[in-house]
Antibody
Framework: EVQLVESGGGLVKPGGSLRLSCAAS????????MNWVRQAPGKGLEWVSS????????YYADSVKGRFTISRDNAKNSLYLQMNSLRAEDTAVYYC????????????????WGQGTLVTVSS | QSVLTQPPSASGTPGQRVTISCSGS????????VNWYQQLPGTAPKLLIY???QRPSGVPDRFSGSKSGTSASLAISGLQSEDEADYYC???????????FGGGTKLTVL
């Protein structure tokens, strides 16, 4: 069964840091591009970042550029999101999602999604 | 404000057909394909329609997608109570070099 399981969320103070992880199983992780998507409480979905299968291509939303870093370890079947200089507006459930090809492409889609991990930025 | 515009809400009675629109600029919808995601209450999003009008295996054929010009639509026929959920359109934005989502449409089955 294809599965994505996020972890690492929690409560952090403004200006602090947090590292999210996404453990993949049931598929050849090294063959797929991966993404982080977040959802603030009661709000819609917001794409955060994409990384290609070999980490050659990386993209960020303007709202997190310079503060967040996406990475992956194909040997560990894991995706990461290092979040620095956190702000209250970063409070959200963070989902990891698999893209259907090795590189982020306009004609791709996200499937499946993990169950999400909650990040709360508050003093 | 989202780059892709969806109505915030939609509703219908069981058995009815409802449509949800998604409009955007030419750098998004005209240039690229549109995907739709369904988010049932308290759960993670799930792929519903990909490449404008393709259904993943397991998605009932009551769900259909279409695209014309700078707009896309999701249609749900034979509405059922279990269809009550939030629906999001998404596409790649060539100008932003990233994915964009619509603001989401909350579907209520009356």
């Amino acid at each position: 069964e294809v599965q994505l399981v996020e972890s690492g969320g929690g409560l952090v103070k403004p200006g602090g840091s947090l590292r999210l992880s996404c453990a993949a199983s049931g598929f050849s992780f090294s063959s797929y591009s991966m993404n982080w998507v977040r959802q603030a409480p009661g709000k819609g979905l917001e794409w955060v970042s994409s990384i290609s299968s070999s980490s050659s291509y990386i993209y960020y939303a303007d709202s997190v550029k310079g503060r967040f870093t996406i990475s992956r370890d194909n040997a560990k079947n894991s995706l990461y999101l290092q979040m620095n200089s956190l702000r209250a507006e970063d409070t959200a459930v963070y989902y990891c999602a698999r893209e259907n090809s090795a590189a982020p492409r306009p004609k791709n889609w996200f499937d499946p999604w993990g169950q999400g991990t909650l990040v709360t930025v508050s003093s | 404000q989202s780059v892709l515009t969806q109505p915030p809400s939609a509703s219908g009675t069981p058995g009815q057909r409802v449509t949800i629109s998604c409009s955007g600029s030419s750098s998004i919808i005209v240039s690229n394909t549109v995907n739709w995601y369904q988010q049932l209450p308290g759960t993670a999003p799930k792929l519903l329609i990909y490449s404008n009008n393709q259904r993943p295996s397991g998605v009932p054929d009551r769900f259909s997608g279409s695209k014309s010009g700078t707009s896309a639509s999701l249609a749900i026929s034979g509405l059922q109570s279990e269809d009550e959920a939030d629906y999001y359109c998404a596409a790649w934005d060539d100008r932003l070099n990233g994915w964009v989502f619509g603001g989401g449409t909350k579907l209520t089955v009356l």
